[in-house]
């Protein structure tokens, strides 16, 4: 059910912001547009890197063209974006802090956003076979991988796939997908599916799951802490990425086989992806760390970017 909800979700953030949901609010005076989510930093002798000025790039993988960000320097980190989202959805300040000490790499998976796509089947092995081929194009051997959602399904299958090519893995508010994982309540499945209402109503509804209540209730307005969408991607390639999720088998059984140091980070009150899954995950891989962050939902990283790049960065470094 977490593809129906994020689909939604980004498509209603364009309606609210077309339909001036951003009046001023906490953070906006006048009106003017609040920073973008996170507090970029400089870190000696290295500028900070704005993705929103960075050239949007393309190489060909396999079958498709990929479209893609590269900037910063130093150790490789590919961020694989989760399901109906494109590139430009990471936080802009999170990115700008961790470019000032590796390179970091943004893309849109197969048929979203900017990246092409073709006549075969999706599925998550696929889209990690994607991720590998990028890697391959850009010259990269090997990278540390953050993955968000089902960005995390993919970050596992591309761990099991190609294991030489991931050194530090961090699965964020992933599950190990199949018949092991746990599954949101009935309760927010109703709200998943409920198109019920107003674009204003169902908006509020949906943010009402990717964030706490007590949270929202003091961040009413998204332009304060949620990047406006700039890219758009075709309703069919929504289906197929769900279609591709559905018929994932998981990676339960082989879970143990990944050899890389892995993260398993999610929001302590995400009732998405709930936290029982990172157990389930971290209870499985060699010597995986567990994180869970008190008072984060399933879009922990826009409530709380300084320490959800804090953890990344300590994590990568340590």
């Known amino acids: 059910m977490r593809p129906v909800f994020l689909l939604a979700l980004f498509i209603l953030v364009l309606l609210m912001f077309n339909a001036g949901c951003s009046a001023p609010g906490p953070g906006s005076p006048n009106g003017s547009v609040p920073p973008s989510p996170g507090s970029p930093v400089k870190a000696p002798g290295s500028p900070p890197h704005r993705i929103d000025l960075t050239q949007v790039k393309t190489v060909r993988v396999d079958d498709i063209d990929i479209a ?39 893309f849109d998976n197969r048929g979203m956003g900017n990246t092409t796509t ?41 761990a099991l796939r190609h294991p030489g090519k991931v050194d530090r893995l961090i699965l964020y508010a992933g599950t190990a ?42 961040h009413q307005n998204p332009m304060t802490f949620f990047p406006v969408p700039t890219e758009t991607s ?20 082989r879970l143990p086989d990944i050899r890389s ?7 302590a009150e995400d009732v998405i992806s709930v936290p029982a899954n990172a157990f389930v995950i971290g209870s499985r891989v060699p010597g995986a760390w567990v994180i869970q962050v008190p008072g984060g939902g399933h879009g922990m990283m ?7 790049e804090r953890i990344v960065r300590f994590f990568l470094d340590n």
């Open 68 to 106: 893609y960000k590269d900037f910063g320097q130093g150790k490789p980190l590919l961020l694989i974006i989760g399901y109906g989202s494109t590139m430009d959805l990471w936080p802009p300040g999170v990115l700008t802090n961790l470019s000032s000490t590796h390179r970091v790499i943004v």
């Open 118 to 158: 073709s006549d075969k089947p999706f599925s998550i092995p696929l889209f990690a076979d994607d991720a590998a081929g990028l890697m391959d194009a850009l010259n990269i051997s090997k990278a540390d991988v953050l993955g968000w959602s089902m960005g995390a399904d993919v970050a596992q299958e591309l």
């Open 177 to 218: 997908g199949g018949d092991e994982s746990i599954p949101a309540s009935p309760a927010v499945i109703e709200k998943l599916t409920n198109t019920s209402g107003t674009a204003r109503e169902q908006g509020e509804r949906l943010f009402s799951l990717l964030f706490p209540a007590a949270w929202l209730r003091e």
């Open 234 to 253: 075709p309703p069919a390639s929504y289906a197929r990425q769900a279609e591709a999720i559905g018929s994932w088998n998981g990676t339960y059984s």
């Open 261 to 267: 140091p892995t993260l398993v980070l999610n929001g």
């Open 302 to 308: 826009y409530q709380f970017p300084d320490q959800f």
